[in-house]
């Protein structure tokens, strides 16, 4: 018996294990010429040929090269630009990260839901450390940020 065990996994389980939906990496990653191939297939209740299962530690290692290689590749982590506690506008923490200030405020509603802000006048105060750990939690592109309030098309 071989010493290498591999966990052999549908798309459908890879895809909820890594928060994709199943139509977009059967749509948009499958159809790559160096995705992985099918290792077997799971024998399902009914006639039929079964679901085809795949190798994890191969689509883990296809999924990590593919984030490496895109065009848009995921968000760096930022590194704080000055004092953690300092207390700024969004759109004086989007210039000291060299950002577009709409980079840093679409994200406005989590922002003020975790992080330390006070009202001054007719602004809005934010804590330096708060703002880029926020950002820094940011998915990546093409992924919501709340999945189970994503309205995009779901299909399993």
């Given at each position: 018996?071989?010493?290498?065990?591999?966990?052999?996994?549908?798309?459908?389980?890879?895809?909820?294990?890594?928060?994709?939906?199943?139509?977009?990496?059967?749509?948009?990653?499958?159809?790559?010429?160096?995705?992985?191939?099918?290792?077997?297939?799971?024998?399902?209740?009914?006639?039929?040929?079964?679901?085809?299962?795949?190798?994890?530690?191969?689509?883990?290692?296809?999924?990590?090269?593919?984030?490496?290689?895109?065009?848009?590749?995921?968000?760096?982590?930022?590194?704080?630009?000055?004092?953690?506690?300092?207390?700024?506008?969004?759109?004086?923490?989007?210039?000291?990260?060299?950002?577009?200030?709409?980079?840093?405020?679409?994200?406005?509603?989590?922002?003020?839901?975790?992080?330390?802000?006070?009202?001054?006048?007719?602004?809005?105060?934010?804590?330096?450390?708060?703002v880029v750990d926020v950002l820094n939690a940011r998915r990546g592109v093409g992924l919501a940020a709340d999945p189970a309030a994503d309205r995009r098309r779901k299909t399993e």
């Open positions: 018996m071989s010493q290498h065990q591999t966990r052999a996994v549908t798309l459908g389980e890879w895809a909820q294990d890594i928060g994709r939906s199943t139509a977009s990496i059967r749509s948009h990653w499958r159809g790559h010429p160096d995705f992985p191939r099918p290792v077997a297939r799971r024998p399902t209740a009914g006639p039929g040929p079964g679901v085809e299962v795949y190798d994890l530690a191969e689509l883990e290692a296809w999924r990590t090269a593919w984030e490496t290689g895109r065009d848009r590749p995921a968000p760096q982590p930022y590194e704080v630009p000055g004092e953690p506690e300092e207390m700024l506008t969004l759109g004086a923490i989007a210039r000291r990260l060299g950002l577009d200030g709409k980079t840093v405020t679409q994200y406005r509603p989590q922002i003020e839901d975790r992080a330390v802000w006070e009202q001054r006048g007719q602004r809005r105060l934010y804590r330096l450390a708060d």
